[in-house]
């Protein structure tokens, strides 16, 4: 019912910024469900990044990003974003976008759905 593509990728150098996009599209309305992003490097698990409410008026943090990134969205683009400050070596992941259906705020991948294909960001030191 929805599909997300990310972009936005790239290789950077530590302390540069990037700014990830999520487009949705589909049958079902964007601005009635949550977004969140994610990321994942081989052999670990997908870890939790950010997260917004349906209209923005609500956001969360892993704290190892808070005070660097910066999740947003624009509903009347049907799209979400990851502002992405100071970047670290240790923020190289694939970064994955999705969509929940939050009563209340979660860092839990499993509540997410529709997952993006993701796209990879590689920080050097």
């Known amino acids: 019912q929805v599909q997300l593509v990310e972009s936005g990728g790239g290789v950077v150098q530590a302390g540069d910024s990037l700014r990830l996009s999520c487009v949705a599209s589909?049958?079902?309305?964007?601005?009635?469900?949550?977004m969140g992003w994610f990321r994942q490097t081989p052999g670990k698990e997908r870890e939790f990044v950010a997260a917004t409410s349906f209209n923005g008026g609500s956001t969360w943090y892993a704290n190892s990003v808070k005070g660097r990134f910066t999740i947003s969205r624009d509903n009347a683009k049907n799209t979400a974003y990851l502002q992405m400050d100071s970047l670290k070596p240790e923020d190289t992941a694939v970064y994955y976008c999705?969509?929940?259906?939050?009563?209340?705020?979660?860092?839990?991948?499993?509540?997410?759905w529709g997952w993006g294909q993701g796209t990879q960001v590689t920080v050097s030191s």
């Open positions: 999705a969509a929940a259906d939050l009563v209340v705020q979660s860092t839990d991948e499993y509540d997410f």
């Open positions: 589909g049958r079902r309305a964007f601005d009635t469900y949550s």
